[in-house]
Nanobody
Framework: QVQLVESGGGSVQPGGSLRLSCAASGIFFHVYTMAWYRQAPGKQRELVASLTAGGLTNYADSVKGRFTISRDTAKNTASLQMNSLKPEDTAVYYC?????????WGQGTQVTVSS
């Protein structure tokens, strides 16, 4: 059974930092592209960052220079370090793992940036 379990969400003031983690089980983690998406109220889900098995990264323009995606193959964990957070970063953040036609999602974790 495949599971992606996010943790690390919460509330933070503008300019603060949060680190999201995604623990994966039931997949060959090291061959999957891992990604983080987010969905704000009334908006479509959007890609935040992705990291291929080969180490290639891709970031949304809105988070470049502020967010960093990483993975720890030994621990089957993907992470998203979020710095200089802005109110517009407020959303539910979802972990995603995909390879070929396989595509898995976590349950989501809320991030709220507010003063």
């Amino acid at each position: 059974q495949v599971q992606l379990v996010e943790s690390g969400g919460g509330s933070v003031q503008p300019g603060g930092s949060l680190r999201l983690s995604c623990a994966a089980s039931g997949i060959f983690f090291h061959v999957y592209t891992m990604a983080w998406y987010r969905q704000a109220p009334g908006k479509q889900r959007e890609l935040v960052a992705s990291l291929t098995a080969g180490g290639l990264t891709n970031y949304a323009d809105s988070v470049k220079g502020r967010f960093t995606i990483s993975r720890d193959t030994a621990k089957n964990t993907a992470s998203l370090q979020m710095n200089s957070l802005k109110p517009e970063d407020t959303a539910v953040y979802y972990c995603n793992g995909r390879r070929g036609t396989a595509n898995y999602w976590g349950q989501g974790t809320q991030v709220t940036v507010s003063s």
